[in-house]
């Protein structure tokens, strides 16, 4: 199945007279960042602010651990450094992107050079950031693609989470590239917490809109149902990532 794609140091401070900086009008909170950068320094200051911020943060220190955070778990924007140890930023961007990973990638670097920049936005990054560089303009980056990016669709019918993709015209399941078999009533229920990403759902309400009918609280039809569909689709089942349990409510999907 054909995957779908969307698509230094502390002197990146704020400099200059210090202003509040605007809160997006989407929640942040709901948003992940991972900042895969290995000058300690500033990987630091851009944590801490970026929490402050409300955002959701994770750091990677070289470029191995940066690949396999943002392939094994579900990331709305990567802060990805060009130079780091052990594989490029480049490196981790065509990686990312040939397992059909639709994440907005920023990349930031201390080259100037016009074929560094090129060659980032050649292998799929999103946006290009040279160091040293104002937080404000990091901040207004930052939204704007979250802003374009918008919801986990990145085509007509189209999911990516993660090393997950969701085709709902074909209803079409894969992950890391490969296809993955799932029901007709599995593939409604992934479409319907897609769909309704970062909202609790009850089980009431997910008996009543995937399978049109309500039943009797102590139903496992639901429960037995996101089991399947953890152990198709996460790649640690009893440490779910996308499908997450929300005790005495129901489900939320995080991807």
Known sequence: MAMARRRGSQQCGDGGPRHTHRRPSYSSMERKILIVEDEAGLATTLKDRLRKEGYAVKVAKDGVSGFNLAAGE???????????PGQSGLAVCQKLRELGSSTAIL????????????????????DYLTKPFQMVELLARIEALLRRG????????????GT?????????????G???????????????????????LSREELLREVWGYDVTPTSRTVDVHVAWLRQKLERDPRNPQFILTV?????????
Do not use: N, W
């Open 247 to 255: 005790v005495g409510l129901g489900y939320k999907f995080a991807g």
């Open 150 to 161: 918008g919801q986990p669709t990145t085509a007509a019918g189209r999911y990516q989470f």
């Open 74 to 84: 579900s990331f709305d924007l990567i802060l990805l450094d060009l130079m780091l």
């Open 164 to 176: 997950v993709c969701v085709d709902v015209r074909r209803t079409e399941v894969s992950r890391d």
């Open 178 to 200: 490969r296809e993955v078999l799932v029901s007709a009533k599995e593939f409604q229920l992934l479409r319907y917490f897609v769909e309704h990403r970062g909202a609790t």
């Open 107 to 126: 990349m930031l670097t201390a080259r100037r050079q016009l074929t560094d920049k090129v060659a980032g936005l050649r292998t799929g990054a999103d």
